[in-house]
């Protein structure tokens, strides 16, 4: 059984910083992107970062670029998300998935990811 699970969410002031982790169980974690996407309230499920398997490669939203950072550790079959320089407008249940290197697809595209886990709630205050 898969599992992905988060933690490292919390409250922070703008301008802080935090460190989200997703532990990831029941799969062969190399072979798997890793992406990170956000919700808020009322909101759409949004892209934030994704991080390939083959090469390690980042990619980021906009709204996030430069001051969040994606990175993995397959030794521990863990994904990281470095948030800094934190926004009122970056709070939202952060969650991460898992895309097969077996499947075609965007790591933009929330759909085309395999697995899900349940999310960490991130509170930005002003």
């Known amino acids: 059984q898969v599992q992905l699970v988060e933690s490292g969410g919390g409250l922070v002031q703008a301008g802080g910083s935090l460190r989200l982790s997703c532990a990831a169980s029941?799969?062969?974690?190399?072979?798997?992107?890793m992406g990170w996407f956000r919700q808020g309230p009322g909101k759409e499920r949004e892209f934030v970062a994704a991080?390939?398997?083959?090469?390690?490669?980042?990619h980021y939203a906009d709204s996030v670029k430069g001051r969040f950072t994606i990175s993995r550790d397959n030794a521990r079959n863990t994904v990281y998300l470095q948030l800094n320089s934190l926004k009122p407008e970056d709070t939202a249940v952060y969650l991460c998935?898992?895309?097969?290197?077996?499947?075609?697809?965007?790591?933009?595209?929330?759909?085309?990811?395999?697995?899900w886990g349940r999310g960490t709630q991130v509170t930005v205050s002003s």
């Open positions: 991080i390939s398997w083959r090469d390690g490669s980042q």
């Open positions: 029941g799969l062969t974690f190399s072979s798997y992107s």
């Open positions: 998935a898992a895309f097969s290197s077996l499947k075609s697809g965007s790591y933009y595209v929330p759909a085309d990811y395999e697995y």
